[in-house]
């Protein structure tokens, strides 16, 4: 008889236990009906964007080993909810261990060109359900943003949090003037308006003993940022650039005028920026694309971007004048390397794919998905009024006297089961989780992710790379290599 492992995930945040056993369940049907011996399961209760699963890890290394011949899964994004790397990922299991992954629910033949067509367009699908979730949570953040509340992180010199209730009782944080550094902001932008030079301002500080928030002497770069801040004319941009590239100015940043008492005045700052638009100095900005992601392959460091007219990435250690060997490559020569790899090698076939025919299939399991999620759902709110009822007579218990220390213990498991039970309702009962697609969808979907490549866009393509690479390694003789995401 043939033989298989089969593997299971949940999201912790999401779904329950009783999920696990039910994606096993799957699997142990398809199993018995193709004279298929289980051997082995593995589950794991993580995030579909986690990077590190101990239980897939293990599930490869047995893989490799060649100790069955099949792996099992309710469904493919079970691998990946992460998009296409999830393909890319099940591509290279397949090829490097010879095991072949089955979807039990999609008994889709993953050994044929448009199965495997399909496969990637149902894991981007998949990708795109969380990006949508991500949507949410930013739209949700920006409504925070426009009442004014403070998002979160360290505020500005100058600026200080300050704890308020809002309409329902809860405590949010907004932004107040800090009486004692806000006299060095406004001497900041005085000293600018009246012509004096960023360098000078340094000196100037340096001179007087004047530090910033850590103690330490100012930099041209912080007075540059402080000189650029709207905040101190009481207005609050949300949104205005990502995370690694605070600079850029987005064109759907949500700013928010008088939010916040000013600390300067408009006449003053609309001085300094008139000077500002006479070319005067300021940092200069390059987008490291891969920054965070590219690694020395000789001692694991980071490579850090390095100079000002020919850029490159460099190892940290080195940089950092410890004792090891010098790896460097030029920035152009790495992050094209990258977008190239990410377009003929994760993607290469996408572009010849029917997606008419790829939208009939993925909705017709569409449909099955939706009948076998309606019997789930049913199930569930039989457990969940089964649990509430025992909850009901542990309160009965206690009413009638029974000793609260016999209790507190099964009290803490129903809760625990309750409320896993209803995080696996809400998740499956979500309105926004889109299972019937057209071809259209399907081909823009996959036209986004080209066109970011295309764009010569910095945030596009910094926010593309950094959703489909987990890893770039330069070695000393300037080998490149890239491993893919495979949450």
């Known amino acids: 008889m043939r033989k298989a492992a089969a593997y299971a995930r949940v999201s912790t945040l999401h779904q329950s236990d009783l999920s696990l056993v039910g994606q096993f369940e799957e699997c142990d049907r398809y199993a018995e009906s193709n004279e298929i011996e289980i051997v082995a399961y593995f589950a794991d209760k993580e995030t579909g964007k986690v990077n590190r699963r101990e239980q897939l890890d293990e599930l490869i290394d047995h893989a490799n080993r060649r100790e069955f011949e099949y792996i099992l899964v309710d469904d493919f994004d079970r691998f990946s909810r992460a998009g296409a790397r999830g393909e890319v990922f099940i591509q290279d299991l397949e090829e490097k261990t010879g095991v072949r992954v089955i979807a039990v629910r999609d008994l889709v033949d993953t050994s044929t060109y448009m199965g495997k067509v399909y496969r990637g367009m149902k894991l981007i699908l998949s990708g795109a359900e969380r990006d949508r979730i991500v949507e949410k949570t930013k739209v949700r953040m920006k409504n925070y943003a426009s009442m004014g509340y403070w998002m979160g992180g360290n505020p500005p010199y100058g600026l200080k949090t300050i704890e308020v209730k809002d309409k329902e009782g809860k405590t949010r944080k907004v932004l107040g003037v800090d009486e004692k550094e806000a006299p060095v902001v406004h001497e900041i932008f005085a000293l600018y308006a009246q ?67 000013a600390i300067i005045s408009r006449e003053l700052w609309d001085k300094v920026h008139e000077r500002f638009s006479k070319r005067s100095w300021s940092p200069r900005v390059h987008f490291y694309l891969l920054t965070g992601i590219i690694k020395c392959g000789d001692c694991g460091a980071s490579l850090v971007g390095n100079g000002s007219k020919k850029t490159s990435y460099v190892c940290s250690a080195w940089k950092n004048h410890k004792p090891v060997r010098y790896v460097g490559i030029a920035k152009s020569k790495v992050e094209k390397f990258v977008i190239d790899y990410i377009r003929h090698e994760m993607f290469g076939d996408m ?76 998740y499956l009962e979500n309105p926004d989780k889109q299972h019937f697609v057209t071809a259209q969808e399907l081909k823009d979907k996959w036209d986004t992710i080209k066109n970011n490549l295309d764009s010569g866009d910095c945030y596009r393509l910094d926010e593309t790379i950094h959703n489909l690479i987990e890893r770039v390694d330069v070695f000393p003789d300037g080998y490149i290599r890239v491993t893919e995401s495979n949450s």
């Not at 041209?220 to 850029?248: C, F, M, P, Q």
């Not at 399991?365 to 076998?372: F, S």
């Open 351 to 426: 572009d010849n794919a029917d997606y008419e025919e790829i939208a009939r299939e993925m909705n017709k399991r569409a449909a099955r998905e939706d009948k076998i999620r309606g019997k789930r759902i049913e199930y569930l709110k039989k457990k969940l009024f089964e649990v509430q009822s025992q909850e009901a007579n542990l309160v009965e218990a206690i009413k009638n006297g029974v000793e609260m220390l016999l209790l507190k213990e099964e009290s803490a498991r129903i809760k625990e089961k309750r409320e896993s039970i209803q995080n696996e309702l809400n």
């Open 195 to 261: 012509g004096k030079s960023i360098n000078f301002i340094c000196e100037f500080f340096t001179d007087r003993k004047i530090v910033n928030r850590k103690g330490k002497p100012w930099s041209k770069t912080a007075i540059w940022d402080i000189l650029h801040n709207e905040k101190y004319i009481g207005s609050i941009v949300y949104g205005k650039g990502s995370k690694r590239y605070h600079h850029i100015n987005r064109k759907d940043a949500l700013v928010l005028e008088n939010a916040i008492d």
